[in-house]
Structures are given as structure tokens and as C-alpha cells.
């Protein structure tokens, strides 16, 4: 009896916290928000110690961030399909592993502290509840693809910043802070090069020739989708085409005519 109501207990802790993470309801929207914002604080604590130059930052507040980051991957432990491949097949579950040894162990991983800025990672992807605003925010129905793609793009720009700190920091001394690494990754990503700051030594080459081949690339594919035309998100009956010109009257993929909503002008 005592293990039969240990694994109902279980099945129900289960079913709520599936019902936060997955579920529709204005609670899990808010239990969604109140994670993302914690990503966004775990992400804002490196920045400011590093510009501000403090150590290691508040022990107290890292734990305690440690605590919420390790909650969060238990819970989502326990309502994933297969807990066997709960590591493996999500990446991202590994990379909040690392990013919480960053937290809880600052005496032996103070070194690398920039690795909590990987949690940008998940917050690339937390657009996915931005999106559930659209039934409360016209401003977010009518700017989605625009949010989407500067959360991306901002991303993209703060885990570059991340790298070149990381790597320049103790062997550069024009790079002692984020807000160095910043700037050079801008003046190197806009083709710009000042020249007062350059990455130095063999590991500084390579990460400048991989900004300069790769990451120029994508920084001008991800700031042109930024400013390109508003797109209007509404499925095409006859082809399925889903993003159309906001006053689009025919689908310009197959032709139908399309029916779009429009406030006026």
C-alpha cells in the first residue's frame, strides 16, 4: 500500500508540474515567464560583474539561482518521455548541468564563470512562450517575426561576446571586461575594425578567423530578417504557405486568394 501510494504521488507531482510546462492555462504562462526572467537575471549577473569587475558576485545569489536552474532540470526530468535519454537526446539539458556547476561550485569554477551566458541558449528558444502572448498583446501579433529575430540575433551577439572574453581575458589586456569583448565583437561582425582592440595569440587567430568567415555571415542573414518587411502569419487554405505580405491579396506561392485581416490605414 505504501508503494502503491508513493507511485501515485508521483504520477500527481507528474501531472501538475507537466500542466505548468506544457499547459495552456494563465498559470503555466506566468510559471514560464517566471523562468525565462530567472535566465535572463543568471545572464545579467555575469555581465555586471564582469563590467563592474567584481569577483565572483553575490555566493548567496548564485546559489540560490543554482537551486531555481537545478528545480527546473529535476522537474523537467521527471515529465520527459524516456528519462534515459533525457541527456542525450537535448543537448541543452547538458548545457544547464554545466551552467549550474558554474553557480554552486564558484571556488573551483570561478575561472568560468562566462559559462553561464550558454543558458542564452534556452532563452533563444523561450520565444516559444512570447508566442502564447499573441491572445493577450496586439503589439506582439502584430511584431512576432521582429521579436523572434532580434531575440536571435541578440543571442547570437552575446554568446560571440562570451567566447572572446572568456578566451582573451587573461592573456589580452584590452579585453579585461564582457563590455571589451562586446565592442570588439561588433566592430569585428559590422566589418568596421578599429583596430584599437585585436584578439591576441594562436587561440585569438583561429576565433577571429572563425567571426570573420562565419560569424559575419550569419550577423548580416540575422540583421537583414530583422529589418525585412512585416510579415503577416496566416496559413494559406490551398498551399499551406503560412508568412504572406501584410497587403498581400493572393497567396504568391500558388495564387488563391487570400483574405487577410487588416486594421485599416
Known amino acids: 500500500m505504501s508503494k502503491e501510494r508513493h507511485t501515485g504521488q508521483v504520477n500527481s507531482l507528474r501531472t501538475r508540474l507537466d500542466r505548468l510546462y506544457h499547459g495552456?492555462?494563465?498559470?503555466?504562462?506566468?510559471?514560464?515567464?517566471?523562468?525565462?526572467?530567472?535566465?535572463?537575471?543568471?545572464?545579467?549577473?555575469?555581465?555586471?560583474?564582469?563590467?563592474?569587475?567584481?569577483?565572483?558576485?553575490?555566493?548567496?545569489?548564485?546559489?540560490?539561482?543554482?537551486?531555481?536552474?537545478?528545480?527546473?532540470?529535476?522537474?523537467?526530468?521527471?515529465?520527459?518521455?524516456?528519462?534515459?535519454?533525457?541527456?542525450?537526446?537535448?543537448?541543452?539539458?547538458?548545457?544547464?548541468?554545466?551552467?549550474?556547476l558554474s553557480l554552486i561550485a564558484p571556488l573551483i569554477f570561478g575561472e568560468f564563470a562566462f559559462l553561464r551566458v550558454l543558458r542564452a541558449l534556452r532563452v533563444a528558444r523561450s520565444y516559444r512562450v512570447l508566442q502564447e502572448l499573441r491572445?493577450?498583446?496586439?503589439?506582439?501579433?502584430?511584431?512576432?517575426?521582429?521579436?523572434?529575430?532580434?531575440?536571435?540575433?541578440?543571442?547570437?551577439?552575446?554568446?560571440?561576446?562570451?567566447?572572446?572574453?572568456?578566451?582573451?581575458?587573461?592573456i589580452n589586456p584590452n579585453i579585461a571586461t564582457w563590455l571589451d569583448a562586446l565592442y570588439f565583437t561588433m566592430t569585428a561582425l559590422t566589418t568596421t575594425g578599429f583596430g584599437d582592440i585585436v584578439l591576441v595569440g594562436t587561440i585569438g587567430r583561429w576565433l577571429s578567423i572563425a567571426i570573420l568567415i562565419v560569424g559575419v555571415g550569419l550577423f548580416l542573414h540575422l540583421l537583414q530578417s530583422v529589418f525585412q518587411p512585416r510579415k503577416v502569419r496566416q496559413k494559406c487554405k490551398n498551399c499551406g504557405l503560412l508568412l504572406h505580405d501584410a497587403d498581400a491579396v493572393h497567396c504568391k506561392h500558388c495564387g488563391a486568394e487570400m483574405n487577410i485581416e487588416t486594421e485599416g490605414g
Open 24 to 100: 495552456g492555462s494563465k498559470a503555466a504562462l506566468r510559471f514560464r515567464l517566471g523562468l525565462l526572467s530567472v535566465d535572463l537575471i543568471v545572464i545579467a549577473s555575469y555581465v555586471v560583474t564582469s563590467v563592474l569587475g567584481l569577483p565572483n558576485g553575490l555566493p548567496a545569489l548564485e546559489l540560490l539561482f543554482a537551486t531555481i536552474l537545478l528545480a527546473d532540470l529535476s522537474a523537467r526530468w521527471l515529465i520527459s518521455s524516456s528519462s534515459r535519454d533525457f541527456l542525450i537526446r537535448t543537448p541543452l539539458n547538458l548545457v544547464d548541468i554545466i551552467v549550474i
Open 135 to 170: 491572445e493577450d498583446s496586439r503589439f506582439f501579433r502584430r511584431n512576432e517575426n521582429v521579436i523572434q529575430r532580434t531575440v536571435n540575433l541578440g543571442v547570437f551577439i552575446f554568446i560571440v561576446s562570451g567566447a572572446v572574453h572568456a578566451l582573451q581575458k587573461d
